[in-house]
């Protein structure tokens, strides 16, 4: 498979950027992605310290007041085009992202429960985890999707899942979970690329 290249979006730990900016530098791997940019839109947060050791090149794009999604999103993709990167990531980015047409279908997310239960505006993070705890669900997991305009709607690549424990707490579940996403993500990213080929 042709190398291909990805821009991750993030806003917080940056645990996904590492993860795939390693898989994609060893020798090892069967990933054939580059990570050619890292984009936070806050500053100051650990994904860029992980971009900084991982040697990806990294951006912090701040949204400014009275600013429209799509100002925003326009500012944002300038910066991937000039990357040339062949889609985005979204790991953990925590804003409404509006996606140029020259994009559309090539903006994948990871969310952290199996859509689509516990997806939509407000459901990320440990809010995801409460609310599987708090419903009594027997399985959870983790879903690879592409991004349309609604939060959490766009179609499914791939899913992950593992048992809640009768035990369980929302640190507990979420490590568990977060497991079987670093596996989820880059299988469904290169699952997308081998299907644009």
């Not at 580059?34 to 500053?43: C, G, I, K, M, T």
């Not at 000039?82 to 990871?110: C, M, Q, T």
């Not at 990320?124 to 349309?148: F, I, K, N, P, W």
């Amino acid at each position: 498979m042709t190398r291909a290249s990805i821009a991750v979006l993030v806003s917080g730990t940056g645990r996904h950027l590492e993860n795939l900016a390693e898989l994609s530098k060893s020798p090892e791997s069967d990933f054939p992605v580059d990570v050619v940019l890292a984009v936070s839109n806050r500053p100051g947060v650990q994904a860029l310290e992980r971009a900084a050791r991982c040697e990806v090149p990294s951006l912090v794009i701040e949204p400014v007041a009275g600013e429209t999604d799509q100002a925003y999103g326009e500012r944002l993709f300038n910066a991937v085009r000039e990357s040339g990167a062949d889609a985005v990531v979204l790991a953990g980015f925590l804003k409404k992202l509006w996606i140029p047409e020259d994009y559309a279908g090539r903006v994948i997310n990871i969310h952290p429960s199996l859509l689509p239960a516990f997806g939509g505006k407000g459901f990320y993070g440990s809010r995801v985890h409460r609310a599987v705890l708090e419903r009594g669900v027997q399985v959870t997991g983790c879903t690879v999707h592409l991004v349309d305009e609604v939060y959490d709607n766009g179609p499914i690549i791939l899913q992950r899942w593992c048992a809640v424990e009768p035990d369980d707490t929302v640190e507990s579940l979420a490590k568990r979970v977060f497991e079987e996403e670093r596996l989820a993500l880059p299988m469904g990213i290169k699952s997308f690329l081998a299907a644009r080929k």
